[in-house]
């Protein structure tokens, strides 16, 4: 624990996969947990995506959606 009373916790990543893909471009998977997102030619204005990750840590393991929010200008 530090000085603030935060807890380290220390996961490892077992999969990253693309749950939803942005209506308004592509995401692709670059990387085991790495993404690019690239808009429509022409295209601005506000896109979402959705990427599933599973991790594990001394505590278990579990996974979650994490919903992106992109504004292309």
């Not at 490892?12 to 670059?30: C, D």
Request: proline content about 4%.
């Amino acid at each position: 624990m530090n000085a603030d009373g935060c807890r380290y916790v220390y996961a490892r990543f077992q999969q990253a996969v693309v749950m939803k893909q942005p209506e308004n471009g592509t995401l692709s998977q670059i990387g085991e947990f790495s993404f690019l997102y690239k808009p429509k030619p022409g295209f601005k204005g506000q896109d979402s995506y959705v990427i599933y990750i599973c991790a594990i840590n001394y505590r278990g393991s579990g996974c979650s959606r994490l919903t992106y929010e992109a504004i292309v200008q």
